[in-house]
């Protein structure tokens, strides 16, 4: 076998795909509004998975509302008695529309709303991505998912909250846990050449050496792994002189934000994805 090496010549003249976004922020700075169209295709181009219902009144989404991480088990019952296997209850999976949650707006207000696991979501994305017409998926938020993860791993150790496992023990599994959905998305949209987006509250209380720390509002050892793993990092504000949403990629010591793709990197642009596509597009670089 002959090792083949590839010399790397990036073409500015054509938005790159398999990248993962990470945009923070605080709460209502337009995370969900400006995600929900991120695509060349507008809208049209983007499947957000809504973690906290955020999306309900977006007008145009295409969402799908996804409300624990493994799909909800009950007992089976046939004419009211309960199915037993060994002499065990049998568990089925809750059909998607029994799940409890009611559509909040819109003609069919109030109606049953389908809800989905993360599980069974990136299944079914996996098997049928080439079927349908997206290139962007929005994770709405990472925050959310985590306190999924946390529950999920306070059950499995045994303990009453996080913090109780031995050495560190639960917040290990929690972040590996996190980290692997993540990368299972991630490894999704680089075989099909979509692009993922993450989207996460920030935290900014932190000190370290007397200056405040920008991070995404996760537990430190996870938000370092995602941080890590993303092509990309923003930070989102609300400007009080023009009332308008703006996205920041400044990097230095005290912010986890920055950028591999060089036009974007150190540069602060209005919060939509036509001001990416525009500063990457219009990249003249330096000749040397």
């Given at each position: 076998m002959e090792l083949n090496?590839?010399?790397?010549?990036?073409d500015w003249e054509?938005?790159?795909?398999?990248?993962?976004y990470m945009i923070i922020g605080q709460p209502k700075t337009g995370k969900t509004t400006a995600t929900s169209s991120w695509s060349p295709k507008g809208q049209e181009g983007?499947?957000?998975?809504?973690?906290?219902?955020?999306?309900?009144?977006v007008d145009g989404a295409n969402t799908v509302t996804i409300t624990s991480l493994n799909a909800p088990v009950r007992e089976k019952t046939i004419d009211g008695k309960v199915v037993k296997e060994n002499g065990k209850?049998?568990?089925?999976?809750?059909?998607?529309?029994?799940?409890?949650h009611c559509i909040r707006s819109g003609k069919n207000k109030g109606e049953p709303l389908e809800t989905y696991s993360m599980i069974e979501v990136y299944l079914y994305l996996k098997d049928n991505w080439d079927k349908l017409p997206?290139?962007?998926?929005v994770i709405d938020t990472l925050g959310q998912v985590n306190r999924w993860i946390e529950d999920v791993v306070t059950q499995e150790l045994g303990i009453s909250e996080m913090g109780e496992g031995q050495w560190g023990a639960d917040w290990g599994k929690?972040?590996?846990k996190h980290l692997d959905v993540v990368k299972r998305f991630q490894e999704l949209v680089k075989q099909k050449g979509a692009n993922l987006v993450l989207v996460v509250h920030s935290k900014t209380s932190t000190l370290t050496d007397?200056?405040?720390?920008?991070?995404?509002?996760?537990?430190?050892?996870?938000?370092?792994?995602?941080?890590?793993?993303?092509?990309?990092?923003?930070?989102?504000?609300?400007?009080?002189?023009?009332?308008?949403?703006?996205?920041?990629?400044?990097?230095?010591?005290?912010?986890?934000?920055?950028?591999?793709?060089?036009?974007?990197?150190?540069?602060?642009l209005p919060f939509n994805y036509k001001a990416i596509e525009n500063e990457v597009l219009s990249f003249k670089p330096d000749k040397e």
């Amino acid at each position: 076998m002959e090792l083949n090496i590839r010399k790397v010549s990036t073409d500015w003249e054509e938005m790159p795909t398999g990248l993962t976004y990470m945009i923070i922020g605080q709460p209502k700075t337009g995370k969900t509004t400006a995600t929900s169209s991120w695509s060349p295709k507008g809208q049209e181009g983007v499947l957000m998975l809504d973690t906290d219902l955020g999306s309900d009144f977006v007008d145009g989404a295409n969402t799908v509302t996804i409300t624990s991480l493994n799909a909800p088990v009950r007992e089976k019952t046939i004419d009211g008695k309960v199915v037993k296997e060994n002499g065990k209850p049998v568990l089925e999976v809750i059909p998607p529309i029994e799940r409890g949650h009611c559509i909040r707006s819109g003609k069919n207000k109030g109606e049953p709303l389908e809800t989905y696991s993360m599980i069974e979501v990136y299944l079914y994305l996996k098997d049928n991505w080439d079927k349908l017409p997206y290139d962007t998926i929005v994770i709405d938020t990472l925050g959310q998912v985590n306190r999924w993860i946390e529950d999920v791993v306070t059950q499995e150790l045994g303990i009453s909250e996080m913090g109780e496992g031995q050495w560190g023990a639960d917040w290990g599994k929690a972040r590996k846990k996190h980290l692997d959905v993540v990368k299972r998305f991630q490894e999704l949209v680089k075989q099909k050449g979509a692009n993922l987006v993450l989207v996460v509250h920030s935290k900014t209380s932190t000190l370290t050496d007397g200056k405040v720390q920008l991070m995404p509002e996760l537990p430190r050892g996870l938000a370092y792994g995602l941080t890590a793993s993303a092509d990309v990092i923003g930070y989102t504000t609300a400007s009080k002189d023009d009332e308008k949403y703006y996205i920041s990629f400044l990097s230095y010591d005290e912010r986890t934000v920055g950028s591999r793709l060089r036009p974007l990197a150190q540069k602060t642009l209005p919060f939509n994805y036509k001001a990416i596509e525009n500063e990457v597009l219009s990249f003249k670089p330096d000749k040397e």
